[in-house]
């Protein structure tokens, strides 16, 4: 027999933050994508610079002769155009959600804690 009256008002509380929460992070995502759309040219940018740095490192660590090395930096800078489509549509598809994912482990992660120094 229910004495109390308390554990059943916490329950559907708990609920409606867990569906507020959830709200929330989706308006997170469809943001990240909103942005996404919106800057373009600087999503771009950064897979350029990105797409720079890491293939001139790649071609370092794995090509250590001189003349293969210059070869292989060539052929990265003309492979640069197709890799900048796959990429774009690569990020599009994928990063908001993956960006979202984090966030949402970075705010509970810091929720979490701050249940586990109350106690």
Known sequence: MITSSEPLVEV???LEEERIQKERMHD???LLEHLVEREE???KLI????YDVGSVNLINKKFQSRSLNWMMKSIARMSKPAFRVVALRWFKKNCP???TKWLQEQVQGSTEQ???SKE
């Open 12 to 14: 559907p509380k708990i």
């Open 28 to 30: 997170v995502l469809l």
């Open 41 to 43: 040219a600087t999503v």
């Open 47 to 50: 897979l350029d610079c990105l």
């Open 97 to 99: 959600e993956l960006i």
């Open 114 to 116: 701050g249940v586990e």
